[in-house]
């Protein structure tokens, strides 16, 4: 079935350094692609999205493209600030009513 | 209209209790996702509802789990004869189908089973 592995964390860097999150993904078809957050104390809130591959999906200076060749949607994000700290979910695809989020990658931006 | 809403937002309760949370989802939303989430894991699927119809269960979800939305808008969850071990956040979601799938989620309901 559908299914998407992304990299474990946590992940601790300083403010301003340059940030990937590696996510890929199984699915058949050509289902839209999704980031999602949890800051701490919070419920999960939609970061970006993409709908087909080569779309860029971009939100508060974050971004992540579908590669369909890769089968990825890696996150990244070119300097994080300490609010960034949070929990990124590569979200499944919706297709084949699969739905896993996996444990998630912790973030924390250090001053 | 503001997003899903979820009622309680906390809930206490003896092991052994019966507890039912509700999920009011976004107005014209017509999937509505059930999950369940423990400290420092990701949202673990229980169920989900297209309409009125429940159309897939989680395989791992205890018969004492069960589901509705009768009229399609609101939904409720009931845990019966609750354990320790239910004690979890459970958030509830919402999408419109045809728009990308993409899930809009409530604050959940903090369950502790004492």
């Known amino acids: 079935g559908d299914s998407v592995t992304q990299m474990e964390g946590p992940v601790t860097l300083s403010e301003e350094a340059f940030l990937t999150i590696n996510c890929t993904y199984t699915?058949?078809?050509?289902?839209?692609l999704f980031w999602y957050v949890q800051y701490p104390g919070e419920g999960l809130q939609l970061l970006l999205k993409?709908?087909?591959?080569?779309d860029k999906g971009s939100n508060k200076g974050f971004e992540a493209t579908y590669r369909k060749e890769t089968t990825s949607f890696h996150l990244e994000k070119g300097s994080v600030q300490v609010s960034d700290s949070a929990v990124y979910f590569c979200?499944?695809?919706?297709?084949?009513?699969?739905?896993?989020f996996g444990t998630g990658t912790s973030l924390t931006v250090i001053p | 209209d503001t997003g899903v809403s979820q009622d309680p937002r906390h809930k206490i309760t003896k092991r052994g209790q019966n507890v039912t949370f509700r999920c009011d989802p976004i107005?014209?939303?017509?999937?509505l996702y059930w999950y369940r989430q423990t400290l420092g894991q990701g949202p673990e699927f229980l169920t989900y509802?297209?309409?009125?119809?429940?159309?897939?269960k989680s395989r791992l979800l205890s018969d004492r789990f069960s589901a509705e939305r009768p009229k399609g808008s609101f939904s409720t969850l009931e845990i019966q004869r609750t354990e320790q071990g239910d004690s979890a956040m459970y958030l509830c979601?919402?999408?419109?189908?045809?728009?990308?799938?993409?899930?809009?989620f409530g604050p959940g309901t903090r369950l502790t089973v004492l």
């Open positions: 979601a919402s999408s419109l189908v045809g728009s990308f799938d993409e899930q809009f």
């Open positions: 699915a058949t078809g050509y289902p839209s």
């Open positions: 993409a709908t087909k591959a080569d």
């Open positions: 979200a499944p695809p919706l297709s084949g009513n699969q739905f896993y």
């Open positions: 107005s014209e939303h017509n999937r």
């Open positions: 509802f297209q309409n009125e119809a429940q159309l897939e």
